[in-house]
C-alpha cells in the first residue's frame, strides 16, 4: 500500500521559516521523482521544488533563494526547507511522487502553510 505523507505546515508570521517532511512508503523510493506543490485558494496548483531520482534539484523561481529542496534516500524522506515566508505563500502543500517511466504519480494529503503579515 502506497502512502505518502506530509507533515511540518502550520502558522508562521511573515519572515519565519518552516520546514516540511514527505514520507513514502509501499514505493521503491530511489526510483522516484518527487515534488512539492501547493494550491492556495482560488488558484491552480503549482510545482515549488522537485528532487529527481538522480539527486538533481530545482526550485520555481518564485521561491528561489528562500526555499530549498533535499532528501534523504535512507529515510524516503523529502524535505521542504522554506525560509523568509511571506503571505502569499500560504496554500496547501502536497507532495507528488512520480515514476517517470510509466508516469504512474502518487499523492500526499497536503498539509497547510499560513504565513500571517
Known amino acids: 500500500q502506497v502512502q505518502i505523507v506530509e507533515s511540518g505546515g502550520g502558522l508562521v508570521q511573515a519572515g519565519g521559516s518552516l520546514r516540511l517532511s514527505c514520507v513514502a512508503s509501499?514505493?521503491?523510493?530511489?526510483?522516484?521523482?518527487i515534488g512539492w506543490y501547493r494550491q492556495a485558494p482560488g488558484k491552480q496548483r503549482e510545482l515549488v521544488a522537485q528532487?529527481?531520482?538522480?539527486?538533481?534539484?530545482a526550485v520555481a523561481d518564485s521561491v528561489k533563494g528562500r526555499f530549498s529542496i533535499s532528501r534523504d534516500f535512507a529515510k524516503n524522506t523529502v524535505y521542504l526547507q522554506m525560509n523568509s515566508l511571506k503571505p502569499e505563500d500560504t496554500a496547501v502543500y502536497y507532495c507528488?511522487?512520480?515514476?517517470?517511466?510509466?508516469?504512474?504519480?502518487?499523492w500526499g494529503q497536503g498539509t497547510q502553510v499560513t504565513v500571517s503579515s
Open positions: 509501499g514505493i521503491t523510493f530511489r526510483l522516484f521523482d
Open positions: 528532487s529527481s531520482r538522480r539527486g538533481t534539484t
Open positions: 507528488n511522487a512520480l515514476l517517470r517511466d510509466t508516469l504512474h504519480d502518487y
